[in-house]
DNA sequence: TCTACCTGTTCGGTAACAGTGAACGAGTCG
DNA sequence: CGACTCGTTCACTGTTACCGAACAGGTAGA
């Protein structure tokens, strides 16, 4: 067996991931981009174009909005996001700090919604991926699981660095797991962007943490008492609310 | 030929549409729903799993947020939108309603953007696809298209009713988008929706209209002097405002 | 416990087709 | 006007996407 049973799909999935990293684009330039022969990039892109997902302007090739669509959608139907919509703008506001709604997703931490009184940081934003163990949110979410669980992610991902202050053994995090777990809190201090420091608390469910409040900002401001005990508390607070929101 | 010339991409995309409408879904269920083999349905939902666009929990598939990634991406692409962020906070407040940024795309208008005071209605929201001719933004971002363009737009859509009171006839679309490039302006008195009013106005670029500034709301609140002057007012000036920021 | 019947998954086989390389038309630059 | 580009089209062929059937694993009911 191959990687993928259908290969042609994920031919696709590399011309839409080229077409998402660069832009707008011809046919000869993606079909090197790729490897992929010209007439056979003609020919995903063709297909892509009929199928509404791509748009084309005298010769050259760029996604369109598509995605947006079926992301949004996706998006509308998680219990969580319908939950902390109202609850993030709120957050927003009494922490006048960047905000997010984060979920787990393929060993990632992916930001489902971002709320943010400052337009000028785009490291976080809608749909972000993060390492689980390098962000504040992740490590919410991974304090809901099994030690088992845990040991599989750090199997799988064999936790990445992104910083030096990135946890990098399995047993700094089952700590930092253990204390997160305790408190029902999790800070990230620069473990994913040198300089950018985080609080979150973890949205339970059912036993499950199905999502996880989030607040995130420059280091220089989030520091001492305003982030160990103000954000901290209105995070706490937020997603508690959500907790019993979701709850009915 | 026949349709598309990689068969396999147009099956991936119709099960994603599937999973896409129908939210989480099995293997069997979604074979039968796009008519397919029980066995290549599972084969392209290991594909997208793989692929990290679907994710699966025992033996259920569902469509994960990747989508809302590459979504935010191409939005952020987008000069129009990035022109217009700030504008369309601003707009919503001082609006007081629904307010939106529309892309013309694949013959329809596509909401890029959406700011919403309140949070009941999920008729319009990010990612929406209308027909052009059916709303305000719509008839906005026509307005500025050559006549042949117009026409070639009324041949392929046909003029699609959505309500008794949508534009169905290629003469009333052309006295209606003359008006409208007079005015710089373009109303929606229900044409989308039943009882949904709203007001447009287009943002050129170097003669076209790359997007369009709409405000939307329930007719009980959107007639006479406020729609027709206040409201228009606003947008207008809004609109305005983000030309001068697209052209730098 | 056994049976019957759902699932999701795997397995050959075959006809369709995804991908190739080369040729074609249409711009564009020198 | 030639010599490049580019995007698009065309036949060919080895791959493979799809099918039908068998397999595995769980649940419901008797």
């Known amino acids: 067996m191959t990687e993928y049973p259908v ?7 590399r011309v839409v991931e080229a077409l998402a990293a660069g832009g707008e684009t011809g046919v000869t330039e993606l ?12 020919n995903h892109l063709v297909t892509l174009q009929r199928l509404g997902v791509v748009v084309s302007e005298d010769g050259r090739y760029r996604l369109g ?54 337009r000028n940081d ?8 993060l390492p689980l163990h390098a962000t504040a949110s992740g490590k ?7 030690p088992e669980a845990v040991a599989s992610y750090v199997e799988e991902t064999t936790l990445a660095a992104r910083t030096d202050r990135t946890i990098q053994t399995a047993s700094a995090l089952r700590a930092e797991l253990r204390s997160v777990a305790d408190r029902g809190l999790a ?9 950018v420091r985080g609080v979150a608390a973890p949205v339970r469910a059912e036993g499950e943490a199905v999502a996880a409040l989030t607040v995130v900002g420059p280091a220089a401001r989030l520091s001492g008492k305003r982030l160990e005990e103000d954000l901290t508390g209105l995070v706490l607070s937020a997603a508690k609310r959500v907790e019993l929101t979701l709850a009915e």
Chains 1, 2 share one sequence.
Do not use: C, M, W
């Open 65 to 118: 909005l598509r995605f947006l669509d079926v992301g949004t959608t996706v998006r509308d139907r998680l219990p969580a996001y319908r939950a902390a919509r109202e609850e993030l703008t709120g957050l927003a506001e009494s922490a006048g700090e960047t905000v997010g709604l984060v979920v787990a997703e393929h060993g990632s931490a992916v930001y489902a919604a971002v709320r943010r009184p400052e």
């Open 7 to 13: 290969g042609a799909t994920e031919t696709t999935a």
């Open 31 to 42: 079909a090197e981009e790729i490897g992929l022969s010209k007439a056979s990039a003609h």
């Open 187 to 195: 800070f990230d201090r620069g473990e994913a962007f040198e300089g």
């Open 140 to 146: 919410a979410l991974l304090s809901a699981r099994s």
């Open 122 to 129: 785009r490291r976080v934003q809608t749909g972000s991926r």
